[in-house]
């Protein structure tokens, strides 16, 4: 069967209330940020619950011999915030995954074409093949900065099966863009909304989410 993008909105209650509170305009910077570190949180937590390499072995508690599973230390893992925004989910992100590499990129979009830049890249020149990254940017709205972050991994030995990405929230263009570029990719988010306005914000969605977590 061909690969399609798959997208979950997990219907977890932490993730209702942060996300409201995230879109409330009357909310200020400094809760807004602890908002999306909430949602980075709990994304995370939903994205990873199948997805993290683990190895069967044995420990001996002081009663006996036990089967016992850990994290497989062999299989890197790699975040990757998109700059400026996906900072904002990093910190929850990384409390669940304090041992994972941070690749930082940063991709700014003309606000007349919409064109996404890259004018920062951390990658490495080649990624292992076998590396899992998860991405964290909030808004997935016209597709244009994801399908380009998409691009340098994949030209690094990153097959987007290994990818997830978590979003606060997403909409049409964005998934459908993806769901052609690269089907095999999942997104955890927090929402799906109806549409983009004619500056390719999302709409209800929740502002511009760099300015809303940096105050700027
Ligand atoms: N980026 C944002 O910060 N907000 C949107 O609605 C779309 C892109």
């Known amino acids: 069967m061909a690969l399609q993008l798959r997208v979950y909105v997990p ?3 932490l993730i209702k209330h942060w996300l409201a509170v995230s879109r409330d305009e009357s909310t200020p910077s400094v809760l807004f940020r602890s908002a999306m570190t909430e949602l980075g949180r709990w994304l995370t937590y939903e994205a990873i619950r199948d997805w993290m390499p683990t190895v069967d072995t044995e420990v001996k508690t002081p009663l006996s011999p036990s089967a016992a599973t850990f994290i497989n230390p062999e299989i890197p893992i ?3 915030p998109i700059l400026r925004a996906g900072l904002s989910l990093l910190d929850g992100a990384q409390a669940l995954l304090p041992l994972a590499s941070i690749y930082h990129i940063g991709v700014v979009r003309n606000e007349e074409t919409l ?8 990658f490495p020149e080649q990624f292992p093949p076998e590396t899992k990254v998860l991405i964290t940017e909030p808004m997935l709205a016209t597709g244009g900065t994801i399908t380009t972050v998409m691009g ?3 030209q690094r030995g990153i097959s987007p099966e290994n990818v997830r990405i978590i979003s606060v929230v997403t909409a049409p263009p964005a998934l ?3 769901n052609v570029a690269f ?11 109806e549409g983009l306005n004619e500056h390719g914000y ?4 929740l502002g511009d989410a760099g300015d809303r977590t940096f105050g700027t």
């Open 176 to 178: 459908q863009k993806l």
């Open 183 to 193: 089907p095999g990719l999942v997104i955890y988010a927090a929402a799906i909304d």
């Open 152 to 154: 340098e991994l994949t």
């Open 202 to 205: 999302i709409v209800p969605g």
């Open 11 to 13: 219907p977890h209650p």
């Open 78 to 80: 790699a975040v990757i």
């Open 115 to 122: 064109e996404p830049t890259v004018y920062l890249n951390k």
